[in-house]
């Protein structure tokens, strides 16, 4: 059977939750593409349902990023909202960061370095500790996806431009991941991930260019 056979015959045998969760999550990353607030609520959505999928399929580390999405996906809605009222300046020199009245922000190369750095050393730590003390299926890359993902969504809160690149690759990763325990429709979802990521990067980076002009 070739891939995109055994894809689609997992597809077949998706269950109603699992299409639940896809469904919420197209919706949540396309809003984010568009900065609507409204994203938060279909994040929390389809996070809360993967948290039993993730763990159903031994994916344990996925299972508890998923629960930090939904966490997550609670500050951003504030984050958000407050952003709305509160001139970013002021919010961000409240944060500790640099300062700037732009909406969408960008990062410095050495931000970039630090967080490879130390994302990708506590992503081989915990896969390593997974991979030897559970049955944790695929961990170093259920690892890699899940520490970069944090990231990833601090800097989507943030409304960090790069985030859009980090998700591009920890997405690609996924599509193989979700397929290997079963999954092929969330791999598809995670296929279109991508393709809304890039989508997600273009609409961002014209406006930072906007607010730069």
Sequence with gaps: MSFF???????????LWEWIAVFTGIVYVILAALRNNLCWFFAIASSGIYVYLCADGKL????????FYVVMAIVGWFS????A??????LDASLGLSSSKNDVKTWPI????YNLAISGGVAFILGFCFDTFTDQANPY????TTVFSLAATFMVVRKVLENWIYWIVIDL??????HQRGYSLSAVLYFIFTILAIAGFIAWYKRHKTQTA
Excluded at 5 to 15: C, K
Excluded at 60 to 67: A, H, R, T
Excluded at 141 to 144: M, N, R, S, V
Aim: overall charge negative; charged content about 20%.
């Design 5 to 15: 056979e055994s894809v689609y015959e997992g597809i077949l045998l998706t269950s």
């Design 60 to 67: 344990y580390i996925e299972s508890v990023l998923q629960v």
């Design 80 to 83: 958000w909202r407050k952003q």
């Design 85 to 90: 009222n509160v001139d970013s300046q002021e």
């Design 110 to 113: 050495s931000y970039h370095l």
């Design 141 to 144: 890359a259920d690892a890699f």
């Design 173 to 178: 990763v996924s599509i193989f991941l979700y």
